[in-house]
């Protein structure tokens, strides 16, 4: 785990597993390039879950990549330069200690955060002040092999609450996209 020296706050977990997941990423073609159907699925992901963004995330030692991505219309999802001014910047690169997907990729368990400023080891993430996340939820992708691909998240620049329903949801639609991403694997192997 790393900490900030003067705060001691939790900022990004320590990822033994990472050389493993960027191996079986390749194997998996995963992780380098936009994927229609993964934008398919973050546009599916934002719409039944009520979230302005959403990400089907590949994490390797560095950077976190989004294969999938959805935001709202009028913001570029390449440059995040968009007409309607939104606080949020999208790109397809996130810095492995920038957000909260790492830590579900960790954890291998789903993360709610309604509020990030209600928790203290997740308000002082960089993409609070320099994005302008405020609510972040997302489940890992956990494969067959029991490696943890990635993440599908959803995240909203106002607290949003989630609740039960939103967590069984991204859950669900988690394990959907694994069990796609092993027919891939069927189909090319």
């Known amino acids: 785990m790393t900490y900030d020296p003067t705060g001691h706050l939790l900022?990004?977990?320590v990822d033994k597993e990472?050389?493993?997941r960027v191996r079986r990423l390749r194997q998996l073609g995963l992780g380098e390039r936009p994927d229609?159907?993964?934008d398919a699925f973050a546009d599916r992901l934002a719409e039944v879950i009520g979230a302005?963004?959403?990400?089907?995330n590949f994490i390797d030692e560095n950077q976190q990549f989004f294969a999938g991505l959805h935001a709202p219309q009028g913001v570029d999802a390449e440059s995040g330069s968009g007409e309607s001014g939104a606080a949020v910047g999208v790109s397809?690169?996130?810095a492995r200690d920038h957000g909260y997907c790492p830590h579900v990729v960790v954890r291998r368990k789903?993360?709610?955060?309604?509020?990030?400023?209600?928790?203290p080891r997740f308000a002082g993430n960089p993409v609070v002040d320099e994005i302008g996340i405020r609510s972040y939820l997302g489940a890992?992708?956990?494969d067959r092999t029991g490696m943890v691909l990635g993440t599908v998240c959803v995240v909203d620049t106002e607290p949003h609450p989630w609740g039960r329903a939103g967590l069984a949801t991204i859950k669900s639609l988690a394990a959907e996209l694994t069990e796609e991403i092993g027919r891939r694997e069927n189909v090319s192997g």
């Open 11 to 13: 900022l990004t977990p």
């Open 18 to 20: 990472a050389p493993g």
């Open 36 to 38: 229609d159907a993964f």
């Open 52 to 56: 302005p963004y959403s990400m089907v």
């Open 92 to 94: 397809r690169y996130m």
């Open 110 to 119: 789903a993360l709610v955060l309604e509020d990030v400023c209600d928790y």
């Open 140 to 142: 890992p992708l956990i």
